[in-house]
């Protein structure tokens, strides 16, 4: 079975302020992870994926994770926070070979931006 | 080009009416998979095709809910004799064969009062 844990449903940062959104997985197999983007009455947006290789992944608008299986991880990352961030952020995960392609997301993180 | 759209985006119905939702994935995209989402939730897997086969349906709730992709392109998820639980947003995705990556509609939004 495979599980995603986000600390923080809420998370609030200044404009400027790094933004750090945490993401714990559980997975019997070598996982495959993801970050998704939810903006109000939008779908979910793809932010960066971790499949295999290189474990610190850059996505869309400035944001990065880092996989780090020792601590079971993968926290989303980004230097300087823009108002236009605010939103609600995923982390889903695909055990390939248990789970069909399934992926199976945490509860969110709503990340809100103050002036 | 054009991504998955889903439609209704809003549908408000009274329990005990059956209620249709579609998807239309993205052209070409094998793989079609519906979830739903309940408020203060992320998604939670349903049901999945590869083109018209559904593969796995263990996310299913129980036997009121079903889904079909007949000719491998378009899904239909029904709902029958609704219930005020079963209000949430129905959200599919499309995944092109040989990637990693599903793509996302706008979703559905169904309250059933």
């Known amino acids: 079975a495979q599980s995603v844990t986000q600390l923080g449903s809420h998370v609030s940062v200044s404009e400027g302020a790094l933004v750090l959104l945490r993401c714990n997985y559980s997975s019997s197999v070598p996982p495959y992870l993801f970050w998704y983007v939810q903006y109000p009455n939008q779908g979910l947006q793809l932010l960066l994926k971790?499949?295999?290789?290189?474990?610190l992944v850059k996505g869309i608008n400035g944001f990065e994770a880092e996989f780090k299986k020792s601590e079971t991880s993968f926290h989303l990352t980004k230097p300087s926070a823009h108002m236009s961030d605010a939103a609600e952020y995923f982390c889903?995960?695909?055990?390939?070979?248990?789970?069909?392609?399934?992926?199976?997301f945490g509860t969110g993180t709503r990340l809100a931006v103050r002036p | 080009g054009a991504g998955v759209s889903q439609s209704p985006r809003y549908k408000v119905t009274k329990r005990g009416q059956d209620v249709a939702l579609r998807c239309d994935p993205i052209?070409?995209?094998?793989?079609l998979y519906w979830y739903r989402q309940a408020l203060g939730q992320g998604p939670e897997f349903l049901t999945y095709f590869n083109y018209e086969a559904q593969q796995d349906k263990s996310g299913l709730p129980n036997d009121r809910f079903s889904a079909e992709r007949p000719e491998g392109s378009i899904s239909t998820l029904t709902i029958q004799r609704t219930e005020q639980r079963d209000s949430a947003m129905y959200r599919c995705?499309?995944?092109?064969?040989?990637?990693?990556?599903?793509?996302f509609g706008p979703g559905t939004r169904l309250t059933v009062l």
């Open positions: 889903a995960v695909i055990s390939k070979k248990s789970s069909g392609d399934k992926l199976t």
């Open positions: 052209s070409g995209h094998v793989s």
């Open positions: 971790y499949t295999t290789g290189a474990t």
């Open positions: 995705a499309s995944r092109e064969a040989g990637t990693d990556t599903q793509y």
